[in-house]
């Protein structure tokens, strides 16, 4: 009770603070964040929500994301609904405002840094962007399911290996590849809700490629086998449906809609899906597998060090959602995806660059206190508070915790390229909350071993590039100051000048450190 009272208790605090109920447009969450669609962004108070102890960032992209961490967003999403619908039925009048902008002596940086978010967000809305923000939001829903079944497939894995409790293991593997199985029907239907078709229609036709009748079937010259395309051709047969669907709905009597539309959807695009989408479809799934089993065997060090470097320019630019098809059709093809394990690592050199701050700005007390808080968050895998509260508004230390990725992901490229192959079996947690999804060629006892060397490789280049080279005087200066006095104290009792205190944010938290007010040059 007391767990459910502390989630309602999240909800409540945030509510008013992002403008009330008739402020919020739409609900959602994913693996860490609560996703707001909100009439104004204004009436939101950002300083005032990230004091929250619950809250350990805010990021705006197409939507307001307020940052709970894993476990924690589950929990609090369907309270923060409830409130929602209960404020909306006793007090329908709009929502005043959060009480104006919090006070603040930082004004000119604050300008800055609403103009940059500003323009970034509108970098972000192109066309290529927008469609792979669809595409993730056809996936991320599957992934707690992802995440269940490959713990579940791995404990049965060492259960079988041990020869321990021999008639589990049956019903073991029937949890763990049931869902895998039926992946493709998940697909299709999300994919048709995404794109604004009927989902169960959606559903119905990809559910065309599991279906073991198909290998009666032969296009291609070739006989067709269950599965065949995977989730690329249930990504396509849906997005085909709802095309096929929308055309109909136009065309179609309305007094025969019912009748008439539905069929023609699962009519036409079944048979492109049988006869051209499932081989294709599984042509372009095998290239996939082969081209990284390819790349990791034969560059695997030169591409890990690539592959884990990158990864937090892409996060930052919203690419990485292309990748996630990828990871699905690896675990699909192959029981694990080889590409996760190295982009994991991207979160080691972000931990090791905050360590590395943490000890090179040892007078910033709100820093400092901004690091521990996102630490432990950081080691299981939530990279978001230290990005946006540490490394990126510091700019070089972003940088240096991209270096700490790149050695972290060679480490376990090059293990990959010596033929131990080091793969997770779901995608979604990284950091330490990946041991239990991790699966390989050579047993778990090494697959552990390559992963958490990685992670250790990870921290220890990330904190070295970022002590050695993560400051230059003029930030040093800058930020390597005592935050906690006012600027009037500072006056009054004769402290320097030179280099004035920074005024802190409700939450004591540097300013500095908020995206939000993130000078240009950074």
């Known amino acids: 009770m007391a767990t459910e009272d502390k989630n309602r208790a999240t909800a409540a605090a945030i509510l008013p603070l992002v403008g009330g109920a008739a402020n919020v447009a739409s609900i959602a969450h994913c693996m860490t964040r609560l996703r707001l669609g909100l009439h104004d962004r204004s009436l939101v108070d950002d300083e005032a929500l990230k004091a929250l102890p619950a809250v350990m960032g805010v990021v705006e992209d197409d939507t307001y994301q307020i940052v709970l961490g894993p476990g924690t967003v589950a929990r609090v999403t369907p309270e923060f609904e409830q409130l929602v619908e209960e404020e909306r039925e006793t007090d329908p009048a709009p929502a005043s405002g959060p009480g104006g902008p919090a006070a603040t002596s930082s004004d000119d940086l604050a300008a800055q840094g609403a103009a940059i978010k500003a323009q970034q967000k509108t970098k972000n809305a192109t066309p290529f962007k927008l469609f792979l923000r669809k595409i993730a939001n056809i996936f991320v829903p599957l992934i707690p399911a992802l995440i269940g079944c490959g713990i579940i497939a791995g404990l049965n894995g060492l259960l079988v290996n041990l020869e321990w409790l021999p008639a589990v293991t049956p019903a073991l593997a029937a949890m763990a590849s049931g869902f895998m199985a039926l992946?493709?029907?998940?697909?299709?239907?999300?994919?048709?809700?995404?794109?604004?078709g009927t989902p169960i229609l959606g559903g119905a036709v990809a559910a065309i490629i599991v279906f073991p009748g198909v290998a009666n079937i032969d296009a291609f010259g070739q006989t067709l086998s269950p599965g065949q395309g995977g989730v690329l051709g249930a990504l396509g047969a849906a997005v085909l449906a709802v095309y096929v669907e929308k055309w109909c709905r136009r065309w179609v009597p309305e007094a025969l809609d019912v009748l008439v539309t539905p069929t023609l959807t699962v009519l036409i695009s079944g048979l492109v899906t049988i006869f051209g989408l499932m081989y294709v479809a599984g042509e372009i799934s095998s290239a996939i597998g082969t081209f990284a089993d390819w790349l990791l065997s034969n560059g695997?060090?030169?591409?890990?060090?690539?592959?884990?470097?990158l990864f937090l320019p892409l996060v930052m630019l919203g690419l990485h959602q292309a990748l996630i098809p990828i990871h699905t059709t690896l675990i699909e093809q192959q029981g694990y995806t080889v590409l996760l394990p190295i982009l994991a690592m991207a979160g080691a050199g972000q931990v090791g660059a905050a360590m590395a701050v943490y000890f090179r700005l040892p007078r910033n007390e709100s820093i400092r206190r901004t690091i521990k808080s996102a630490l432990p968050a950081g080691l299981l895998g939530v990279g978001e508070p230290l990005i946006y509260g540490v490394s990126l508004p510091l700019g070089r230390p972003f940088i240096t915790a991209c270096v700490g990725g790149a050695f972290g992901g060679g480490f376990v490229g090059l293990f990959n390229q010596l033929g131990d192959t080091v793969g997770s079996t779901?995608?979604?947690?990284s950091?330490?909350?990946?041991?239990?999804?991790?699966?390989?060629?050579?047993?778990l006892g090494s697959t552990i071993a390559i992963y958490g060397g990685g992670l250790l490789v990870g921290y220890v280049a990330g904190f070295l590039a970022t002590y050695f080279f993560g400051f230059g005087k003029d930030l040093l200066a800058e930020f390597n100051v005592s935050q906690e006095p006012a600027p009037s104290t500072v006056a009054a009792t004769g402290g320097p000048t030179t280099a004035p205190n920074r005024p802190t944010g409700p939450d004591g938290t540097d300013p500095g450190t908020d995206p939000a007010k993130a000078p240009a040059g950074v």
Request: no cysteine; aromatic share 14%; charged share 5%.
């Open 183 to 196: 992946i493709a029907v998940f697909v299709g239907y999300n994919t048709a809700k995404e794109f604004g």
């Open 300 to 309: 695997g060090a030169g591409a890990g060090f690539v592959l884990g470097g």
């Open 426 to 429: 779901a995608i979604g947690p």
């Open 431 to 443: 950091g330490w909350a990946l041991f239990p999804l991790l699966d390989g060629n050579h047993g």
